[in-house]
Nanobody, 121 residues
Framework: QVQLAESGGGFAQSGGSLRLSCSPS????????MGWYRQIPGKQRELVVH???????KYADSVKGRFTISRDTDKNLLYLQMNNLLPEDTAVYYC???????????????WGRGTQVTVSS
């Protein structure tokens, strides 16, 4: 299992920046993939960015060029740097980890509790 703890949410003005952090309970390099999702009340959780360790990273079109995912293996943290924030970025942001348990067990998703990001116009 993997426990995830997000931090760094808060308030920002339109055009501002925030950086989210996610601390996994196990070595980040052992995690198959990690990502960030967001959810607005009454709507489905949506992909922000998904990154396979040592592989492909996929960003939602709405955040391309503004958001950047990164891993700090020394600090064992996942980051989401959010620049040029827009009011429509307001949401609860969730950290996701995927563990690949191999043939017969497959990939299992783990989620943090989320952190609120609010962007004012």
């Amino acid at each position: 299992q993997v426990q995830l703890a997000e931090s760094g949410g808060g308030f920002a003005q339109s055009g501002g920046s925030l950086r989210l952090s996610c601390s996994p309970s196990r070595d980040i390099i052992s995690i198959y993939a990690m990502g960030w999702y967001r959810q607005i009340p009454g709507k489905q959780r949506e992909l922000v960015v998904h990154s396979i360790n040592g592989g492909v990273t996929k960003y939602a079109d709405s955040v391309k060029g503004r958001f950047t995912i990164s891993r700090d293996t020394d600090k064992n943290l996942l980051y989401l740097q959010m620049n040029n924030l827009l009011p429509e970025d307001t949401a609860v942001y969730y950290c996701q980890a995927q563990m690949d348990y191999g043939l017969g067990y497959g990939i299992v998703d783990y989620w943090g509790r989320g952190t609120q990001v609010t962007v004012s116009s």
